[in-house]
């Protein structure tokens, strides 16, 4: 059917009536196989559970209409998607990615790309002149992040499709902090999108999962897939079950949740205790406009820095009582942590940041929670 809203397809296509017992929630398909027609071919079109599951299938359907592609491929968590999405890149060829991108996808492609005969370059993609720059004819592969983590810094999704255009290099974007809720990569030209579906689309701190969504059939989805089905790094029908249950409600999270957190930024932004607030809904925050054209909300997100600095914005973490010291994001539970005491010493976050996810607390109780955190 065409022309239905993603809040309705959300709900529709994560959670299909059960045909067999017309239970109006789907059934949880634990079986690991399924019976054959003597020929090999599954009866109702499943064979094998790491090949296809009808739980998977809701998901993964899902998530390639929120998106708007042709496909979306799950995998067991947001690091064995990025790990499937290098596979797509053919060998002695070179990647190109975002400096400041996730900690746990740089380890990947540290790692494995060289493993697997990828030349791995870093690039500012909040730049496009570094970014033209650095896409050159080798390049098979660009993989952005964007809203980056933990700055907030916003890359121009179809400046950079332009340029990667031009070389013949696919991009791929990381779409965890902005979920096709607020950001829709591939109407800016991108041709594939990375999910870690442990944060939003989850949305409750209580499952891992990943997927990979494809802008149209061709060898980058074919070679995902096969990945999947060999690789092996699936997730099991029951998390589907939850992360389907999870979907259906992701729009909703996600307008409430960027609400919340837009009131709390602006609260924080007036605390004498704070020093600069990096949110991309807030007209100080330098990738403001770029943000505004690109997304339809700045997100749920953001990070502050203390004043007083390192320790204070540790103590600070300590001393809040609603919201927990965890890190991960997404949850309808806000979460704060000081940002480099996660990131390592080399890191390039400053020492006075603390980030927080916003949940669906009511924002005025997350606002006096720490306000008496800061003023104690
Ligand atoms: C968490 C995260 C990942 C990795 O996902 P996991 O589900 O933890 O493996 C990748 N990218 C971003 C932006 C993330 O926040």
Request: charged share 20%; aromatic share 4%.
């Amino acid at each position: 059917m065409t022309g239905r809203r993603i809040e309705t397809d959300a709900v529709h296509i994560a959670r299909p009536v059960d045909a067999a017992t017309g239970g109006v929630a789907p059934a949880l398909v634990r079986a690991s196989t399924f019976l054959h027609d003597g020929q090999g071919a599954g009866i109702q079109g499943f064979g094998y559970t790491r090949y296809d599951n009808p739980n998977r299938q809701q998901v993964e359907r899902t998530v390639a209409r929120l998106e708007g592609g042709h496909e979306a491929v799950a995998f067991a968590s947001g690091n064995a998607a990025s790990f499937a999405l290098l596979l797509s890149a053919a060998p002695g060829t070179r990647v190109i990615a975002s400096r400041d991108s996730y900690r746990g996808t740089q380890m990947v492609l540290d790692t494995y790309g060289t493993r697997m005969g990828l030349e791995v370059v870093y690039a500012d993609a909040t730049d496009l002149d570094a970014m033209r720059a650095a896409i050159t004819p080798e390049v098979s592969l660009v993989y952005v992040e964007t809203p980056t983590n933990p700055l907030i810094r916003i890359a121009d999704i179809a400046g950079i499709a332009a340029i990667c255009r031009e070389a013949g290099a696919l991009l791929a974007v990381d779409n965890t902090f902005a979920t096709p809720i607020l950001q829709r990569p591939f109407e800016h030209g991108a041709d594939l999108v990375v999910h870690s579906a442990t944060k939003f689309m989850g949305g409750h701190s209580d499952l891992l999962a990943g997927l990979v969504v494809a802008r149209e059939a061709g060898a980058a989805l074919d070679a995902i897939r096969h990945w999947q089905k060999y690789g092996g790094a699936v997730p099991a029908p029951d998390v589907c079950w939850l992360l389907g249950r999870s979907l259906a409600t992701l729009p909703v999270r996600m307008h409430q949740q960027c609400a919340n957190a837009m009131q709390v930024a602006e609260a924080l932004a007036e605390h004498p205790a704070i020093s600069e607030v990096l949110h991309a809904g807030l007209p100080s925050h330098p990738g403001h406009a770029l943000a505004m054209r690109q997304m339809s909300h700045g997100g749920a997100v953001f990070s502050f820095r203390v004043r007083a600095g390192r320790e204070a914005a540790i103590a600070t973490t300590l001393a809040t009582q609603l919201c927990r010291c965890a890190t991960s994001l997404g949850g309808v539970e806000t979460l704060i942590e000081h940002r480099q005491s996660q990131d390592g010493v080399d890191s390039n976050t400053p020492p006075d940041l603390i980030r927080i996810s916003i949940g669906l607390e009511h924002p005025a109780d997350l606002i006096a929670d720490l306000d008496q955190a800061l003023t104690r």
